[in-house]
């Protein structure tokens, strides 16, 4: 049996979401998965102005996974998951040159890449690739910082080119105090 469609292109007709989109834990996992294979804003270039490391707490629950933009030379996104221990590395956004894990130390540049585990050195094979964060791709476009997969990536943002890309979104400028 299929469900009537909820959407009517007539405003006049319009319906409210069915109850069990609020309390049925299998739909909620079913949009909670076709949201974890679309893109999603992650922030703009100007929040990494003053700081080379920011948090994004906001999308672990969407993407199943802790995430930290850096910025050197290049801007990244990176697991925020210390591969020691698992224990998040950034908190807060700051202006560091590395990475750092309050568990035991363990240092990574801002490349994710491992760089120093206190108390073990001289150590055969280590580090090794699995010691380093990983990355995840970012896409940007006009200053704004995307991640996550790429379904519908494209026609979105040729629609957002067509009707805002005569903005200079670029010169935009992050306002801490009007964040909720």
């Known amino acids: 049996m299929v469900a009537a469609p909820i959407i009517d292109s007539d405003i006049c007709k319009a319906h ?7 309390t049925e834990e299998s739909l909620f ?5 076709r949201l974890s294979n679309s893109f ?3 922030a703009h270039v100007s929040q990494l102005n003053e700081n080379s490391i920011i ?3 906001q999308l672990e629950n969407i993407l199943g ?6 910025k050197d030379e290049q801007i990244r996104c990176l697991s925020n998951v210390c591969t020691h221990r698992g224990m998040l590395i950034a908190t807060k956004p700051c202006d560091l040159k590395s990475l750092k894990c309050g568990y035991h130390g363990r240092t990574f540049g801002l490349d994710g890449c491992m760089r ?16 380093n ?12 910082i995307f991640l996550g997969g790429e379904q519908f990536f494209d026609a979105v943002i040729n629609e957002m080119q ?3 890309g005569w903005m200079n979104i670029e010169s935009f400028e992050y306002d801490e105090s009007r964040h909720r």
């Open 16 to 22: 409210t979401l069915p109850s069990r989109y609020y």
């Open 65 to 70: 996974e802790a995430l930290i933009l850096t």
């Open 133 to 144: 964060l990983r990355e995840f791709n970012i896409k940007k476009w006009n200053g704004i």
């Open 29 to 33: 996992s079913d949009i909670l998965s």
């Open 116 to 131: 120093n585990m206190p108390e073990f050195t001289d150590v055969e094979n280590f580090p090794t690739d699995s010691d």
């Open 162 to 164: 067509n009707r805002i």
């Open 55 to 57: 948090p994004l707490p």
């Open 40 to 42: 999603h804003f992650a």
